[in-house]
């Protein structure tokens, strides 16, 4: 068990531009959330996968977002258009579906400061 | 939709003490699961310890144990004999146990716990 993998652990980069994060999960995690911690706060769900299907997105993902989770493996989440707002620490988590009291396991996040 | 509340922004405890951290939440579903996390600075979350709600007993992991009380909506964590390393954000955390909806975790704004010597 590796854990969950994030990169980059950082990202600075300018207002308007386009970012992608990657995720790798724990190998036989079917499951794979995006969540968003922004500074004294807690994570906030923005979307999850079951195997390669998307299956629900928070209002938080704007449709500057997107997110893809080709083969049922890795995901990336890519943003568009950084704004100020997107400045916020992006973390990763994953478990195996079967019981519903399974963790989620995190990753460390990536931290995006957008100039 | 389910909120989470965690009233106490900053806690201290010292070394070898015992701290009682506060969480509340508000659902109107019976079949839930309730987790607090740890989240040291800089690294990673760690699970702590989860409670299903359909179990009356408290859920106990060696020094850490939870006081879950349904009826008041209440998810209270026990840290006891109080270690450095204990020095984190702890969040708390909310998930439906309804297979048909998201598994995503509801978390509260987190408590700041401090160990002192």
């Known amino acids: 068990d590796t854990g969950v993998s994030q990169d980059p652990r950082h990202k600075i980069t300018k207002r308007g531009q386009n970012v992608t994060f990657r995720c790798d999960p724990i190998?036989?995690?079917?499951?794979l959330y995006w969540y968003r911690q922004t500074l004294g706060q807690g994570p906030e769900f923005l979307t999850y996968?079951?195997?390669?299907?998307?299956?629900?997105k928070s209002r938080l993902l704007s449709d500057r977002f997107s997110a893809e989770r080709p083969k049922g493996s890795f995901s990336t989440l890519e943003i568009q258009r950084t704004e100020q707002g997107d400045s916020a620490m992006y973390l990763c988590?994953?478990?195996?579906?079967?019981?519903?009291?399974?963790?989620?396991?995190f990753g460390d996040g990536t931290r995006l400061s957008i100039l | 939709a389910q909120t989470v509340t965690q009233s106490q922004p900053e806690m201290s405890v010292q070394e070898a003490e015992t701290v009682t951290l506060s969480c509340t939440y508000d659902?109107?579903?019976?079949?839930?699961?309730l987790f607090w996390y740890k989240q040291p600075p800089s690294r990673q979350m760690i699970l702590v310890i989860r409670?299903?709600?359909?179990?009356?007993q408290n859920a106990t992991e060696n020094r850490f144990s939870v006081n879950f009380q349904k009826a008041a909506k209440s998810f209270s964590l026990k840290i006891s004999d109080s270690q450095l390393g204990d020095a984190a954000m702890y969040f708390c955390?909310?998930?439906?146990?309804?297979?048909?909806?998201?598994?995503?975790?509801?978390f509260g704004t987190g408590t700041r716990l401090q160990v002192t010597l």
């Open positions: 988590a994953s478990s195996l579906e079967g019981m519903g009291n399974q963790p989620q396991h």
């Open positions: 996968f079951q195997n390669e299907a998307q299956l629900e």
């Open positions: 409670q299903e709600a359909y179990k009356q």
């Open positions: 955390a909310y998930r439906s146990g309804n297979t048909g909806t998201a598994s995503k975790l509801t």
């Open positions: 659902t109107s579903e019976s079949d839930y699961y």
């Open positions: 190998s036989e995690h079917n499951r």
